[in-house]
């Protein structure tokens, strides 16, 4: 390989079929080496264009396994009304020791991974083991993903909710719930996702859009998890709420990244402090309601994209490319 690059497509990538208990497992190694202060990571950098339009460029290195990435993403909000993916980016993998490029990986597919793998993760410490329903307000590629990261973890799962502001994207995403065993429905009322015990919220910003979820509508002994970067919650009603963690406190207290929480804090944990055992997440109380609130983060990215290059280079996967 010292003379190749590898590349992963999205095809790739799908193909490679990353066990998502693999995944959980890869994050909560590097959260702990994190803990440990073993890792480097910066917070992301941001280059703003227009509101929901911008660039970010995120970085992190880990002696264990050794290997260091760089993210370069681009988010434009309005892409869906021309046919593109809202988030459009690009991973490269480096040896840490030696410094060396390894691969080239689609950040579209590793991010769905990473960012359904990060919510699992924090719902392992945050949710009902007995959760039974899961409820979706977004129905797109992240929801998806989550779909199959909870339901690999939640063997209870019984039901799914969905609601999309795009009927067939919520009818999509109801269908392939039911082909796993889920009693599962699309709905006009982003409120009756709400009522379920999981909540998944993975809405786009736009710069018309106005918050409407309401917190206080979450059934008591709920989890959950705001991908969007809570843009879509009515930030007044996160009293409610007996838990709120983060990926990452120090970079959620960064000032130019806590300026795109809609949530800016203050956070009660971070996934480093749950996966080493510093802070214990969900009490015995089973009427608590928790929330995850996070913008994503470059140890996640890193820890995927490891987990991703070494199953591709067990299995042959992948295309060489010269340096």
């Known amino acids: 390989m010292n003379d ?20 959980r497992l890869s994050l909560a190694r590097a959260f702990r080496l994190h803990a440990q202060h073993r890792v480097q990571v ?49 991973i490269i993998l480096s040896d840490f020791n030696t410094g060396q490029p390894l691969a080239i990986m689609d950040g579209n597919s590793l991010t769905v ?7 699992a993760l924090a719902a392992e410490y945050l949710a009902r083991p007995d959760s039974a329903s899961i409820g979706f307000v977004g129905c797109g590629q992240q929801a998806l993903g989550h779909l199959d990261a909870m339901y690999d973890l939640f063997p209870r799962l019984a039901e799914a909710v969905c609601f999309d502001r795009t009927v067939t994207s919520a009818r999509r995403l109801a269908v392939i719930a039911r082909e796993k065993g889920l009693q599962s ?40 998890s705001a991908v969007d970067l809570g843009r879509s919650w009515r930030v007044e009603t996160f009293n409610v709420f007996d838990l709120r963690v983060v990926d990452d406190r120090a970079q959620a207290e ?30 015995s109380d089973s009427r608590q ?14 820890a995927v994209a490891s987990a991703l290059f070494e199953i591709a280079i067990r299995t042959g996967r992948g295309v060489g490319l010269q340096r």
């Open 4 to 23: 190749q690059l590898l590349y992963l497509s999205g095809a790739e990538i799908a193909a490679l079929r990353p066990n998502p208990a693999d995944l």
């Open 42 to 90: 910066r917070p992301k950098q941001t280059l703003a264009i227009a509101p929901g339009h911008f660039f970010q460029a995120l970085c992190a290195a880990s002696p264990e396994p050794p290997y260091a990435a760089a993210k370069w993403v681009g988010i434009a909000a309005e892409n869906s009304g021309r046919g593109l993916s809202n988030v459009n980016g690009l």
């Open 113 to 119: 991974l990473r960012t359904a793998a990060m919510s």
């Open 185 to 224: 429905r699309e709905t006009t009322m982003a409120d009756d996702a709400l009522a379920c015990d999981i909540v998944i919220t993975t809405v786009p910003g736009t710069a018309t859009l106005t918050p409407f979820l309401d917190a206080t509508l979450l059934r008591p002994g709920s989890f959950v």
């Open 254 to 283: 960064d000032p130019e990244n806590q300026s795109k929480l809609a949530y800016p804090g203050p956070f009660d944990s971070d996934l480093a402090m749950l996966a080493s055992g510093v802070e214990r997440g969900r009490s």
């Open 289 to 302: 309601r928790t929330l995850f609130l996070f913008p994503g983060f470059a140890l996640a990215d890193l």
